[in-house]
DNA sequence: TCTGGGGTCCTAGGACCC
DNA sequence: TCTGGGGTCCTAGGACCC
């Protein structure tokens, strides 16, 4: 292959990643300041597996991603305090800290739920570590929410930056990898599986063939990265040598997909209970389907045992809709008819999805063949007011009857806070940051 | 006893067409 | 003996991300 990185001049200019300190549990210290500077936990629906932790238990070794029951007594011993997951409020506070950094900058790309890139407004670029400290001050006095910013002319540069932000006691949150300065001791030091878009398998892959720093990867030949790693190692590589592949997208698109899953609280034998929860996946799923605008063309449903059993079993089914839909109605209906497709008897079954597919935008439907396009209206109609109405009330008063009630199937959450978005409107603004304290990473 | 949920993109290989 | 070749579309599965 010719060396296409010959027709790419590296770029000048500077993007900036912001990424939420440690979100979920910065979300619940906001109403527990006595929790500052203590270790603290948020688990995964069900209270499955550990998502976010603090410094302290970054410190004493847990994982993210650990079973919450293989460290619960480990936790408990250094005094850890545990929260269920409450999704809700982590959007909603994740909503106030986009919309000021969107007041700080011309233009930004929402890339998770705790990242964002940032285009660097002209009063940035002359001292971008200062500008991006003086901006992580103001984020932390509007929203109480700390963050690390990351700069550097591309997004991948940008992510290492961030991270070097987060954990160096002396860079105040902010560092830059600017553009025309040699990064080379910068990229000496970072493994390669450190590297945004390099996961277990390539950096294993990288290791053994003595690629195992960001340097290396940097100055392997564009040849041998196409050969062995296709666009994305070349992609990656450049994007370490400050030439950018990747841009800050600035119109949200709408997702491709949408899905809604969950894990029992226990596990679940019977049809008329997957049915149940299925029913209200599709529900949900239906609901971010119209808050977006789209209409699915597919809904699939699988239902699954315990993966690490065995016994594991598991079943899908997809149904193609012959018009695109987006009414309730027929999203249940299909979860139902691909649900007893799949359903079989016996099983202790441990979680179940819907999935929605082949997603178009609502106002470009081609009507189908045998249209069933009254029905369609009438469906689709209720479900908007179904959504009008919830979204009114702040919480679901229109469901099906058989959906009302408690449900075994529904997770567990025994270490919820309580916390609603009432709460949040309650919360005193955060003025002060939190006295600085020994870093513990 | 107990192991999350929600996404995107890329690639290889088959089907199909001329 | 010898059994085209190339393009496009679609899908499943892999890998990665937060």
Not at 223 to 237: E, I, K, N, Q
Request: charge should be positive; proline fraction near 5%; include cysteine.
């Amino acid at each position: 292959m010719d060396n296409k990185g010959a027709f790419l001049r590296p770029c000048t200019d500077l993007l900036a990643l912001c990424d939420c300190n440690n979100f979920f549990v910065s979300c619940e210290r906001l109403f527990r300041p006595d929790l500052e500077g203590r270790p603290v936990v948020v688990l995964s629906s069900n209270d499955g597996v550990v998502i976010s932790r603090s410094n302290e238990v970054k410190a004493l070794g847990v994982k993210m991603g650990e079973p919450y029951f293989k460290v619960r007594s480990f936790l408990e011993m250094h005094g850890t305090t545990v929260f269920s997951s409450n999704f809700k409020l982590y959007e909603e506070i994740s909503s106030r800290v986009m919309a000021s950094l969107r007041r700080a900058v011309p233009s930004m790309e929402v890339y998770s739920i705790d990242e964002a890139f940032l285009e660097t407004p002209p009063e940035g670029k002359s001292a971008p570590e200062e500008w991006a400290r003086g901006l992580r001050g103001t984020i932390l006095r509007e929203t109480g929410i700390p963050l690390s910013i990351g700069m550097a002319p591309t997004k991948t540069a940008a992510k290492l930056a961030a991270e070097r932000a987060k954990k160096h006691p002396g860079a105040g949150g902010a560092f830059a990898l600017l553009p025309g300065k040699p990064w080379d001791d910068f990229l000496r030091d970072i493994p390669v599986g450190d590297i945004w878009g390099i996961g277990r398998r390539w950096s294993d892959f990288l290791k053994k063939r003595g690629v195992s720093t960001a340097l290396r990867l940097r100055d392997s030949s564009d040849d041998w990265l196409d050969r062995r790693m296709g666009v994305r190692g070349l992609r990656t590589a450049w994007e370490l040598r400050g030439i950018r592949c990747y841009p800050i997208e600035r119109l949200e698109k709408p997702q491709k997909s949408i899905q809604s899953s969950r894990s029992f609280s226990s596990p679940v034998r019977d049809r008329e209970s997957l049915l149940e929860a299925v029913t209200e996946y599709a529900m949900i799923a239906g609901r971010r389907l119209r808050s977006q605008n789209s209409l699915a063309g597919s809904l699939a449903v699988s239902i699954r045992t315990n993966r690490f059993k065995e016994s594991f079993f598991r079943a899908e089914q997809e149904i193609i809709f012959q018009t695109p839909t987006d009414s309730d109605i027929r999203l249940i209906r299909a979860a139902a008819d691909a649900l007893f497709s799949i359903y079989r008897e016996g099983h202790d079954y441990e979680k179940a999805s819907v999935w929605l597919g082949r997603l178009s935008c609502a106002g470009m439907v081609q009507l189908g063949l045998f249209g069933d396009e009254g029905e369609e209206d009438r469906g689709a109609a209720l479900s908007r007011a179904a959504d009008r109405l919830n979204g009114e009330a702040g919480r679901r008063l229109l469901a099906p009857a058989a959906l009302l009630g408690e449900k075994a199937w529904r997770p567990r959450r025994d270490r919820d806070s309580g916390l609603t978005l009432e709460d949040l409107g309650k919360l005193p603004v955060i003025a002060e940051e939190p006295p600085p304290r020994q870093n513990l990473q």
